[in-house]
């Protein structure tokens, strides 16, 4: 989840512009799995060097929640598309994601103390907005599948926690 608000959120929009300008164009069920793993990845990612890197109580345990509950929705995807027998298709959504976050995941890498702290909650809140946004409006919209509909609205409540619980982290590091 290392997308810093501008870069991410524009590569994201760029990439997902597209599909929701024209309905023929919407991503497909495994489409969707994809960029809804990848998603869920990156904020392990992001969760991980938070754990090793912040001294806050409070920022570290935000982390560790991050990465509980994606790896727990990434393992339900998962499970999910193996008993659908649907193989998730890389797509250009999920690589403009990756990129974002290897470049937001350096820069972080480099911060310390209360810069990374400041950073990384910043990031999160921004992030979850970003794939909040992008699962009401274009991912279960798209979803055929009601099974998969499903997973992404359950993932959709559990996320807009997550952004509720960045904002008031971030707001305690003020």
Do not use: W
């Amino acid at each position: 989840m290392f997308i810093r608000p501008t870069a991410a959120l524009a590569a994201f929009l760029l990439v997902s512009a597209a599909p929701l300008a024209e309905a023929a164009e919407k991503p497909t069920d495994p489409q969707i799995a994809h960029i809804a793993y990848t998603a869920g990845t990156i904020d392990i990612e992001a969760a991980k060097l938070a754990i090793k890197k912040s001294k806050t109580k409070e920022v570290v345990d935000f982390a560790k929640d991050m990465e509980r509950d994606h790896e727990a929705v990434n393992k339900q995807a998962l499970d999910l598309v193996k008993k659908l027998k649907v193989k998730p298709e890389d797509n250009a959504t999920s690589q403009a994601l990756t990129k974002a976050a290897e470049e937001e995941r350096a820069k972080l890498a480099k911060l310390t103390g209360a810069a990374f702290d400041k950073a990384y909650i910043e990031n999160e809140v921004a992030y979850h907005k970003q794939v909040d946004d992008a699962l009401e409006t274009l991912l279960i919209p798209s979803a055929s599948n009601a099974e998969l509909k499903s997973l992404l609205e359950t993932g959709l409540k559990i996320f807009q926690g997550h952004e509720q619980h960045a904002e008031h982290v971030a707001g305690s590091l003020k």
